[in-house]
């Protein structure tokens, strides 16, 4: 368990196409009595070194003692299943961010299903 930046969910579909862009969100709970500044980053398990991040325009917020936060993210899926793996800091009064909790779910890739369109072939006659 966390110290103060505890990750309580991460939010994913649980399969995506290959070069979808997936939104995620990862809920992250202030365990501490009073606010502090939580960040929160992530990258992508899948057999690539090193690790490719996670977007996440905004990344820390001052989140009030007991409080839950979410962060909003978003990747591009690759052409494999992928594992998300979640990571949580709080600021210190030292100036230091500080690594607290991590989580991680996995996405499997979707297969693709061939659309099938209603061809039909016209009447014609030979002139």
């Known amino acids: ?3 103060y930046a505890d990750i309580i969910e991460i939010i994913a ?8 862009m997936v939104d995620i969100t990862i809920r992250v709970k202030n365990t501490y009595s ?3 500044a939580i960040m929160m980053g992530g990258a992508l398990e899948y057999g690539v070194s090193p690790w490719p991040g996670i977007d996440v325009p905004e990344n820390w917020a001052n ?11 978003f990747f591009m899926m690759p052409d494999a299943r992928v594992t998300i793996h979640a990571y949580s800091y709080w600021y210190g ?6 690594f ?5 779910k ?3 890739l979707s297969a693709l299903t061939p659309q099938v369109s209603e061809f039909k072939i016209a009447d014609f006659y030979k002139v």
């Not at 579909?13 to 979808?20: C, D, F, M, N, R």
């Not at 009064?93 to 500080?98: E, K, L, S, T």
């Not at 607290?100 to 991680?104: H, L, V």
């Open 106 to 108: 996995t996405i499997n």
């Open 63 to 73: 989140v009030d003692g007991g409080a839950v936060h979410s962060f909003s993210g």
């Open 93 to 98: 009064a030292d100036g230091y961010w500080h």
């Open 100 to 104: 607290d909790d991590e989580m991680t």
């Open 1 to 3: 368990m966390a110290q």
């Open 34 to 36: 009073g606010a502090i």
């Open 13 to 20: 579909p649980s399969q995506a196409a290959s070069g979808s």
